[in-house]
């Protein structure tokens, strides 16, 4: 599987692990931030995993044969960027040049925005269920053999969402993913939760079903014996490599000292620190690279899939096309339009936390089972593992109720820093839903994924806008957010309407309209409602259907508040920050719209248990409250 | 310490878990709408907790002595409203008809509406990170022999979120805390995880520290026998009882059948299931008493706070005092003056995850070492003991970096619907942080804290508003959250002046001012440096402190929007949706202000590395940018 040079003998690696201290040290004086000692406890077991077990080819780090190498312990960036100094991507000028400047590429916590960076890190425990995500891909997907190296902090074993990634990668089987955690005891402000304890988190992993091999992470054989180990795909489970290390290891003055997180040496300890490490060293190296494969076959997955009964029919590559008039819940529309995606692109790829019945990505499980993945009761891993699959090239969506989104949202902001494109459904959205009460109600999520760095936000109000929006995400760069709704609600489009991103639909318009109302998904069909209500009062209404909350279709927005000076009503099935209303008033007074009379109907108390009719009514967002608002604001 | 009634018998147990099982398929069949068979697993061992183990007087819920019940797996509020029948304290009229409907308190998920629930659930995982909180409390706070017993589901033991709990009640040695896990093995759509696999799950627990006992979940004998050994509390060790169980037990037609989750049961089908179970019931039973006890001695707590020179000094109860021009940080503000309500008022709690000597909490720590909680990197479990905690009656203030509450946002979420009262600072917001990159700035901050329910959103902009802010904090109700900036910035305010929440400062004006500039924190410096440029060009520029960002200052916004010809500038170190110029927007367009000309300058790109200043500029929101704004839109 690798290339057949010999390997790097000890001595290199030895001193690589010494440069590999040094420029850590170097890059982060330099800059005059920066987590050096975080960076020399790991320094032994990079120098050993690039030297002798990262198969990666260096010129090409997109090849599909390359394995994975991600900082988990993203604050960790000096050691990763001297790494990249010693495989000679990154020059010695770059690196102290470079680093943690304004413009330069070489971040305070890695990203992206290299090559050889598969994810953003730098909020801890996401490296970890990314990596997961990766190697998903790897041996459910791709099929290749290569394997996704996860550096881990001590800190970062105290997040709940570690312990998601191991259970998903040992319920998946993931033998080709390796975590390397780095035990050094010290977290920023003193010991850690278990500190050097390596027996108790030996505990945990293999309770988790992980295979772990603990090490003295300074001790370069018994690392490479470990790594050999642990590289050993033959079995069923992910391996962890437990490393009891020394933070800031290889300068006695700061070892296994506390006040030292987070920060550069002081030039005058820099010095002495290099010149006890032998100096500055310019080591090129290159470990093994990866042969060329080719993808094998699709391996069993432990049945996740409720038994359905076979139709015998092949997935039909047409967009499901609904009437004018006919019933069908939005997340319904939502199942149905993957389906057809998932049998014109073999690349999409659907993951859903427990709830696929409900969010109706079940029609894609059945259709498609080796291309969907259960990540159960987990919305983290299951935004990460979206997350990791995407960056194998991959078009995920992740589905959850909206409410849950809540649970992964710095999972989704840092996909944003990532830049990867993630397609994300919230079903269940609102007060509409009704019975189940304010836990299951998403009041937040229009707020939440509209202050997502370059997000689009969807909100369809039937079953043809849904499919056709379904359509657009699977093409849309960045994080994109469906909204749909749990009831049926009737349709209001013919099949095949276009619906553009960034676009708006004027559903009911005149020549003397004396007020708009503004609505998107159940808000709309009362808006519509409310608008039959004014029309047997003559007053005439405008209605838009905002079916894209971000961005927001100003245009349209400002011309309707032009024609009927200025009087707008927005109702939303939301809290009144920071969602539908927000962008209509963001849009309004971004085009310096005047003579504006705008009324905002929201969910502004606390909801409790009802029908959603009524929840609709008490939350003054229904057909008779928009009437009402209209009738007032329109001086009738 | 229970009083000396014999305990209830165990046929009379039996009943009463029949009657819990009939109770729970009629309220849900009733409703129309529930979780009648996940109620039905958890049947018998609720009937042997209330009868013989849970310490609680029905007719005063908030006696401090009682021991506590958390649904974790809110969705057997069927199960849960049962007992509170089975009590006495809920009619049968009321679960028949009150059950999920419009206006009544037994809503779909339990929430703190009814006397005897202490935090709302239905977002799975979160009852038990609360009862590790109500837990602490109950060790170290109140430090009465009460016990936290929470019944889990299992589905939620995927969370993340539930190890961070297991994890820390271990560390923190809570044999106060018992988790009752409902091992059903059936999830929503299908076989959890882990099914029936309880050796595994063992394992897990006992890794995490827990101990473990396993049981038959229907032997009523060997559930006592279990819930004995569970709360003998001398032992240093959190209890779990991982039950073995049967999702529907008691009604053979839908007994450990997929398909029958959130389903209620039809009314043929409940017929005949209450008639298998013998027929309506109407036992009212109580368990045991609590009796009265007094606080015991502070116990050692594991050492979490870093070693610091004691000054020999007590803290003083005044307010720390910053003069105008001085440099202070508000992160060092927020420690400082955390120090001095901590002097006055021995019910402040504070906690932080892990980063205290970033964001300053450690003053407080080192002055109150028995009111301080470290809960180091598990932003999740951070938010849910401070919840917990907060149900007990302390005021809690809880800590990180501002961008890591992202993680624990739908903890917040509910811990709106709980109605508890949670004071939240985060620290190092936006890209003033600089060189760290954009994984560690907040920029969707304001949004998210602006669309919790009931909220109160502060942004201070020196120490002396820092200071009033806090001390607002600690009498605040709701969620309340205030965001603090990395760097020192010069005074603007004398000592003691006063900062009313939902007011704001007009920090700069005249009579002929031309254009309004809004800041907020690190912003509000800007704009007042962008007024003296503007002010050697001969522009007049009004400057506002928009300290308190939820809620808004529209009175002073208006009438400035009005004295200044409709021209406001907003500059925001945030995303441009949701925070700061959305807040002025909502408040400008509520009022109908008319000849508006709003300008809003925001963080619009991806950020990378970079000193404060850079990033300021580069994002187009500092003095210059503001300036050149302001110039724009009053037509220099």
Redesign the interface.
């Known amino acids: 599987m690798t290339t057949t040079e010999p390997a790097v003998d000890f001595g290199t690696v030895a001193a690589l692990a010494a440069q590999l201290r040094v420029d850590s040290i170097r890059s982060s004086t330099s800059?005059?931030?920066?987590h050096p000692t975080s960076s020399m406890s790991a320094a032994d077991l990079l120098a050993v995993l690039i030297t002798r077990h990262l198969r990666y080819d260096w010129d090409q780090p997109h090849s599909p044969v390359n394995d994975h190498l991600i900082f988990s312990k993203?604050h960790a960036s000096p050691l990763l960027y001297s790494v990249f100094k010693a495989t000679g991507v990154v020059s010695d000028e770059e690196l102290l040049n470079g680093y943690?400047?304004?413009?330069?590429?070489?971040?305070?916590?890695p990203?992206p925005?290299l090559p050889w960076v598969d994810v953003?890190?730098?909020?801890?425990?996401q490296g970890l269920p990314d990596g997961v995500g990766v190697a998903l891909a790897g041996k459910y997907l791709d099929r290749l053999p290569y394997r996704v190296w996860v550096l881990c902090g001590d800190?970062?074993l105290?997040?709940?969402?570690?312990?998601?990634a191991v259970?998903k990668a040992s319920?998946y089987q993931l033998s080709n993913l390796i975590a390397i955690a780095d035990i050094n005891r010290l977290?920023?402000?003193?010991?850690?939760?278990l500190g050097w304890n390596l027996e108790?988190y030996a505990?945990?992993f293999?309770?988790?079903?992980a295979r772990v091999l603990t090490v003295d992470g300074h001790d370069l054989a018994a690392i490479d014996q470990a790594m050999t180990a642990a590289a050993d795909t033959s079995g069923g489970q992910p391996a962890v490599i437990l490393a009891r290390t020394i933070k800031g290891s290889g300068f006695p003055e700061v070892e296994n000292e506390?006040?030292w997180h987070g920060k550069p040496l002081p030039r005058d300890m820099a010095e002495r620190a290099i010149a006890g490490l032998g100096g500055v060293r310019g080591i090129v190296v290159r470990g093994p690279r990866p042969e060329p494969a080719q993808p094998g076959p699709v391996p069993e997955k432990p049945?996740?899939?409720?038994p359905q009964p076979d139709t015998g029919s092949t997935p039909s590559v047409e967009p499901p096309r609904y009437e004018v008039g006919q019933k069908v819940a939005t997340r319904k529309a939502y199942g149905d339009a993957l389906v057809a995606l998932g049998a014109r692109d073999d690349r999409i790829v659907v993951l859903d936390g427990?709830?696929?019945?409900?969010t109706y990505a079940?029609e894609f499980a059945h259709a498609f089972p080796d291309r969907y993945f259960e990540m159960?009761?987990?919305?983290?891993?299951l935004v990460a593992a979206a997350t990791g699959i995407a960056v194998r090239g991959y078009r995920t969506f992740a589905s959850t109720f909206a409410?849950?989104f809540?649970?992964a949202?710095?999972f989704i902001?840092?996909a944003?820093?990532s830049?990867v494109d993630l397609r994300l459904s919230g079903s269940h959205a609102g007060v509409e839903i009704g019975?189940?009460?304010?836990?299951?109600m998403a009041?937040?999520d229009l707020?939440?994924m509209?202050?997502?760095?370059?997000s689009t936000v969807l909100y369809p109000s039937d079953g043809t806008s849904t499919v056709a929006l379904v359509e657009a995400m699977a093409g849309l760069p960045g994080i994109s957010y469906l909204r749909t709704t749990r009831g049926g609600y009737a349709g209001l489009y013919p099949a095949g309407e276009s619906f553009p991103v960034g676009g708006s639909k004027l559903v009911r318009s005149g020549e003397n309209d004396q007020v708009t109302l503004v609505g998107a998904g159940v808000t709309l069909h009362e808006a519509l409602r409310a608008a039959e209500i004014l029309h047997t009062e003559g007053i005439a209404a405008r209605v838009i259907d905002c079916y894209c909350v971000?961005p927001v279709d100003t245009q349209t927005l400002a011309s309707a508040a032009e024609a009927t000076g200025g009087r707008v009503v927005v109702a939303e099935d939301h809290?009144?920050?920071?969602?539908l209303?927000?962008?209509v008033?963001?849009a309004?007074?971004?085009v310096?719209q005047?003579?504006?009379?705008?009324t905002?109907l929201a969910v502004r108390?606390?909801p409790?248990?009802?029908?959603g009719e009524?929840?609709l009514a008490?939350a003054g967002i229904d057909a008779d409250h928009i009437a009402a608002a209209a009738r007032k604001v329109a001086g009738g």
């Open positions: 800059a005059g931030s920066g993203g943690r400047r304004f413009g330069q590429r070489l971040e305070g916590h990203t925005v953003a890190t730098g909020s801890l425990g800190s970062e105290a997040e709940g969402s570690i312990w998601e259970d319920y977290g920023q402000r003193g010991e850690t939760d108790e505990r945990r293999a309770a988790f079903g506390d006040g049945t996740t899939v409720a427990e709830v696929s019945n409900s079940s159960f009761i987990a919305e983290q891993q409410a849950f809540t649970r949202c710095d902001r840092m944003a820093i830049g019975a189940d009460g304010p836990s299951q009041l937040e707020a939440i509209r202050a997502v760095h370059g971000k809290h009144p920050e920071g969602g209303g927000s962008a008033a963001d309004l007074l971004a310096g005047q003579n504006l009379h705008v905002h108390e606390m409790g248990s009802g029908s009524e929840l008490w």
